[in-house]
């Protein structure tokens, strides 16, 4: 018996015979490929991160602005009250110096009132003792007075010539002395609060040539 020929695929009329095993027949022709899927859940699980922490940035961005707000608003508002306590002290300063000094005029008035009382009793004809009398008790009262502003007097008769508080206007020369001393004050100095107000006019004595400490004079 002759065989049958099977036609060629490329022949017409060509039928593929049917397999008997379902799954082939069920099988895709192109299988997907083997973990594209896990790749795909791992880049949205990156852009997911990713979207977290621009939150989290944008949200530190968003507290840093704040927080610059704030402290340049505390800034201008110490800056404004700063200003106001410096134009407050000032002020405060102002006006004690004029309750200070309306004070002291006011003292000062009563020795006025004392010199005119003193004046009147000069034309009253009054003896020159009680006269003299008078003025020495307006004195006092003036010392009184400076004495209550701290003012002090500063007398330097015999004392060492200091230049700081003494200005020298002559001097002379002495053998018994080895320091410039004081030898005579034409005009009292004054210290206000401690501190040189006016200096005392002055003649100083200097040790003669050879007699004072490394022999020189200096400059007085």
Same mark, same amino acid.
């Given at each position: 018996?002759?065989?049958?020929?099977?036609?060629?695929?490329?022949?017409?009329?060509? $039928?593929?015979?049917?397999?008997?095993? *379902?799954?082939?027949?069920?099988?895709?022709?192109?299988?997907?490929? *083997?973990?594209?899927?896990? #790749? #795909?859940?791992?880049?949205?699980?990156?852009?997911?991160?990713?979207?977290?922490?621009?939150?989290? !940035?944008?949200?530190?961005?968003?507290?840093?602005?704040?927080?610059?707000?704030? /402290?340049?608003?505390?800034?201008?508002?110490?800056?404004?009250?700063?200003?106001?306590?410096?134009?407050?002290?000032?002020? =405060?300063?102002?006006?004690?110096? %004029? /309750? $200070?000094?309306?004070?002291?005029?006011?003292?000062?008035?009563?020795?006025?009132?004392?010199?005119?009382?003193?004046?009147?009793?000069?034309?009253?004809?009054?003896?020159?003792?009680?006269?003299?009398? &008078?003025?020495?008790?307006? /004195?006092?009262?003036?010392?009184?007075?400076?004495?209550?502003?701290?003012?002090?007097?500063?007398? *330097? !008769?015999?004392?060492?010539?200091?230049?700081?508080?003494?200005?020298?206007?002559?001097?002379?020369?002495?053998?018994?002395?080895?320091?410039?001393? $004081?030898?005579? $004050?034409?005009?009292? &100095?004054?210290?206000?609060? =401690?501190?040189?107000? %006016?200096?005392?006019?002055?003649?100083?004595?200097? *040790?003669?040539? &050879?007699?004072?400490?490394? &022999?020189?004079?200096?400059?007085?």
């Amino acid at each position: 018996m002759t065989e049958s020929k099977k036609p060629h695929p490329s022949e017409i009329g060509y $039928v593929p015979e049917s397999s008997d095993d *379902p799954a082939a027949q069920t099988e895709p022709h192109h299988k997907s490929r *083997p973990g594209r899927s896990h #790749g #795909g859940a791992d880049l949205r699980q990156k852009l997911s991160h990713l979207e977290e922490e621009l939150k989290k !940035q944008q949200a530190i961005i968003k507290q840093v602005r704040q927080d610059r707000d704030d /402290f340049q608003d505390k800034y201008l508002r110490n800056l404004a009250e700063m200003d106001n306590f410096r134009k407050r002290i000032s002020k =405060e300063k102002e006006e004690f110096q %004029r /309750f $200070v000094l309306g004070e002291f005029l006011l003292g000062l008035l009563e020795i006025y009132d004392n010199f005119e009382r003193a004046i009147r009793a000069h034309t009253a004809d009054e003896s020159p003792r009680s006269i003299i009398a &008078g003025i020495q008790m307006i /004195f006092k009262q003036l010392q009184e007075l400076l004495r209550k502003y701290r003012v002090e007097e500063l007398d *330097p !008769q015999e004392m060492p010539f200091d230049p700081n508080f003494h200005q020298a206007l002559s001097k002379e020369e002495r053998k018994d002395i080895v320091d410039p001393t $004081v030898v005579e $004050v034409y005009q009292k &100095g004054f210290l206000y609060n =401690e501190k040189l107000l %006016r200096p005392a006019l002055v003649r100083v004595a200097i *040790p003669a040539a &050879g007699n004072g400490p490394g &022999g020189d004079e200096g400059d007085y």
